[in-house]
């Protein structure tokens, strides 16, 4: 039977219907994304692929959940309360592993923790050793982990310690001091209400090896759902090359909408430093892709630790991680060509 004019036209709007049914019931994964401080530079890569879409290329509709002073996200983990958690370092995998907690890290987005100490400039402190001769305001979550391998590596002394409240005036009092911080952050604070250039000093270029920036899962998400881990992790990659090397006006302009205390000028300094020391693009990362781990490095960290005491000999840090999601070269080609 031939199809009349209005039949025909008819059948065009219900076959219009049908395709937008279609593509609404073909939902993206809802994926909430728990980080460990409020929103950041050193967060860039992630708001990036949110703000861009590269999240949604990949079929994901994420949510980051941002943390702060007053949230602990990591506990949302393993209780299914978030997918997937913004660890800061390798550490937090060994002590999944000792309290038997069924999470696993499944990338490393910086291949340097952006751990440094900051002195001041006119001090005589020209080589890192020299730190052994100061003061050193450290945290109590920084004593218990690299100053415990300083003092193994390198015979610094308990008694040189005093506490570390993310307030730098009793740094900036006392000239003969060092103060922990990130290496793209307090420094540019320092230079900003102190008026002068520190000398910094990252942990990672002394041969603290952790991971930094770490995404964690649940081992359950990893074994049920590979292909929703694989493309969270694949997009983060993405989004830390865009971040890093392209135009992060995106990025920036969400991290600014969650935390209004980041200035352009703040944001600027992190991409800046991030790039200058290598945290998120170097060593294994330059050929293996932003987000690489190696056994080999895993190794390499769980011996400092246990050399310092930190954690123990016997500890089978291997199930704290999989290399099954990354070091496959994803995103290489966004590198800027030398």
């Given amino acids: 039977m031939r199809l009349t004019a209005i039949s025909r036209k008819a059948f065009a709007v219900l076959a219009l219907t049908a395709d937008v049914a279609t593509a609404h019931a073909q939902a993206f994964d809802k994926v909430s994304f728990g980080t460990n401080w409020l929103a950041e530079g050193e967060q860039g890569g992630f708001y990036q692929a949110l703000a861009d879409g590269t999240y949604r290329k990949y079929g994901l509709d994420v949510t980051i959940v941002p943390g702060g002073p007053n949230t602990n996200n990591r506990i949302l983990?393993?209780?299914?309360?978030?997918?997937?958690?913004?660890?800061?370092?390798?550490?937090?995998?060994?002590?999944?592993?000792?309290?038997?907690?069924?999470?696993?890290?499944?990338?490393?987005?910086?291949?340097?923790?952006?751990?440094?100490?900051?002195?001041?400039?006119?001090?005589?402190?020209?080589?890192?050793t020299d730190l052994k001769n100061l003061t050193l305001f450290v945290s109590q979550e920084g004593v218990a982990s690299y100053y415990q391998w300083l003092k193994a590596d390198y015979g610094f002394k308990d008694s040189q310690v005093k506490p570390y409240t993310f307030n730098p005036q009793p740094f900036l009092a006392n000239r003969k001091s060092a103060m922990q911080g990130y290496v793209t952050s307090e420094p540019f604070a320092i230079e900003k209400q102190a008026k002068f250039k520190p000398k910094v000093f990252l942990l990672a270029d002394q041969g603290f090896s952790a991971y930094s920036t770490l995404i964690e899962t649940r081992r359950d998400l990893v074994e049920q759902k590979p292909d929703l881990v694989q493309r969270f992790v694949d997009a983060s990659i993405i989004g830390w090359y865009n971040y890093i090397y392209h135009d992060n006006s995106a990025g920036n302009a969400l991290i600014k909408k969650q935390n209004p205390e980041m200035t352009d000028d703040l944001l600027t300094y992190c991409v800046a430093k991030l790039k200058e020391y290598g945290i998120v693009d170097s060593g294994d990362a330059q050929t293996l892709g932003i987000g690489a781990m190696t056994d080999a490095r895993m190794k390499e960290f769980f011996d400092e630790m246990t050399r310092a005491g930190v954690v123990k000999s016997g500890l089978d840090f291997k199930k704290g991680y999989t290399l099954q999601f990354v070091d496959k070269k994803v995103g290489l080609d966004l590198r800027p060509k030398q």
């Fill in 77 to 128: 983990l393993p209780v299914g309360k978030i997918d997937f958690f913004l660890s800061a370092n390798t550490l937090q995998s060994f002590d999944a592993v000792a309290q038997n907690i069924p999470t696993v890290e499944v990338a490393a987005m910086f291949q340097k923790d952006p751990q440094v100490f900051i002195v001041h400039p006119d001090q005589g402190i020209d080589k890192f």
